[in-house]
């Protein structure tokens, strides 16, 4: 566990359980010296003052004997656990040590609970919330069963001769483990994938840079006139009709429009129930379309609620946009001519189109997909929203294709509704995953930034192709140009480089199989070397 954790968590403990949170994009694995690979969770029994799995899951039969009306004693909870690990004997009174004192680190049975607790904090949850047995009922039977199978793939290598330190377990899919003990040999062909990909995006990057251009061009470029102008007609038509009047011409609902409009409102000051029907044309685009709403109305401070059912077809001279069983919900505003954020603060908005976009042009390039979006209060924190927003389809263009998701999730004060604070954003995340069959490359690749507070945040990357798969790491501190750049694989293969200097000829990275350092990586003459334990070196690029 980090220093980090230990210093604002152990020293607080009293009389009652303790728990903590280790981020990828905040918290430094003191066996490797970079990032945590996951979130996850931990927890620690009152009045013990380590924390670490094995604490967790002391703590977890601890819970759950409470939450069953029973009361489990520290020491029968140690021993159910020393049970699902399979340790027995002394062993089993030493779960609350401290595996990482130099002295444990030494012993067989340290290294052993090392190597457990290493693979069981992959399947801890990657919340403190995930931790709570009174929301979570499986949570204990699950987790051991999955703790059983690691214990046991870790027992197993150990007595075949591996070393504890490299061992790696993977759990599949159908609950068995894969084990990985990587030699200095797979740390260098892993450093071989690692050159393959840098080679494959640089060769690559124009390939997926126009990918993205075509991609861009047919959503923002073609199609965000036409999304723009018709959710200025639904403002118009949800306005009005909010008033019990929908009685209007195409030229009402957007200045310069002709063409056919007919709403019918069966509302009543409570209840919301219309529908609209147009077919309009404004500035040579043409926009059918076909919603229907229901939901409750809000009186004085009562909160509305109501649902919008969408189809529509929007045309332009370059692309026709079709929307097909789109739905909005909107909850808790309370419905008033002037709004504050007071009557906003328990709005909930979800937003969900599927749409197919068509360019009319050559090459011929079509999108399937669907758009959403979602804004909901934060519950701990006053006047702030959480904003999520995706676009997630296909993209088809001649005989190429590629799936594309775009995520975007952000926290955001408001203080009004014409007032979004942007500049206080405590959370941000944004991710692109690529799913591609072009002419000159087929693999995945997935990217995302996770700015967990304005000092500290991780770009990751995760790429995949029938040659390599490589998981890659970013963490920018304080806005710095400095940081951690990581890599790695399934198998446990851990490539770290510390950014700094150029000039600077002193460590700046290793490379770790497990929490074993197989090779030290230094700056020479503007050159990253990596030096194996074997005497043997190369350099990164």
Known sequence: MSDEIKKTCLSKRVNYPTYSLATKTTIIDEDTGTLVKKDFAMSSPAGVKVMNPITSLIQLEIASAKKAGKILSLADAMATVATTLGISGDDAKKLLEDYLTPENKASDFGKRIHAMARNIATQLPATTAGLNVSENANL?????????????????????????????????DDGTATTYAPSLSDAKEFMAEVRYWGTELSQKGDTFSDKIDVASALIDGKSDALISVFSDILLKIESTSSQNQIDLTAADLYPGATGSFVGK????????????????????ERYVFNITSSGAKGAGSATSQATLDIDATLTSEAVELKITKGKATVKGVVAKTDTTAADISAAIVEFKLPVMIVAKAAPATEFVGEVSLSLAPVTDKKDTFELNFSLDGKFSQASESFSAKVGFSTLRMIESVDNIDESDVTVSTMSLEFDAKLTDFTGKVNLMFDQKSKEAGAFTANLMSDKATTDVKFMVASGEPTGIISASNEAGVLLAVTLTDLENSDDVGSIHVGIKKFATISVVKGLHKITYTDGSFETLF
């Open 140 to 172: 204990l039977a699950d987790l051991n069963k999955v703790v059983k199978t690691i214990a046991a793939a870790v027992d197993k290598a150990i007595s075949e001769g591996k070393d504890p330190a490299i061992i790696t377990i993977i759990i599949n």
């Open 265 to 284: 409102d069966n509302g009543t000051d409570s209840t919301i129930d219309f529908s609209a029907v147009g077919d309009l044309t404004i500035a040579g």
